[in-house]
């Protein structure tokens, strides 16, 4: 059975971090691509970062440049997304993503809110 649980979400403080956890399971993780999508109330869903299947290549939306960063550990079979200098326009649902071939899976979402 094919898994992506997120997890570490919550509420933080403006200027605060946080570490997103995306564990898989049920398929060759380090076959895939993976990424990080956030989506805001009301507003469509959007690419945060992707890394590829190695780690070896990076990709961060200039929007969170320099503030996060996202990572894997193959031997682990997960995906991480550290958030540092939050800022409030970051709340969403932020949920992981893997792809390979054919197949692609997402993850059920965790929220970040980020209030003072």
């Known amino acids: 059975q094919v898994q992506l649980v997120e997890s570490g979400g919550g509420l933080v403080q403006p200027g605060g971090s946080l570490r997103l956890s995306c564990a898989a399971s049920?398929?060759?993780?380090?076959?895939?691509?993976v990424r990080w999508y956030r989506q805001a109330p009301g507003k469509e869903r959007e690419l945060v970062a992707a890394?590829?299947?190695?780690?070896?290549?990076?990709t961060h939306v200039e929007s969170v440049k320099g503030r996060f960063t996202i990572s894997r550990d193959n031997a682990q079979n997960t995906m991480y997304l550290q958030m540092n200098s939050l800022k409030p326009e970051d709340t969403a649902v932020y949920y992981c993503?893997?792809?390979?071939?054919?197949?692609?899976?997402w993850g059920q979402g965790t929220q970040v809110t980020v209030s003072s």
């Open positions: 049920g398929f060759t993780f380090n076959g895939y691509a």
């Open positions: 993503y893997a792809v390979g071939g054919l197949y692609q899976y």
């Open positions: 890394i590829s299947s190695t780690g070896g290549v990076t």
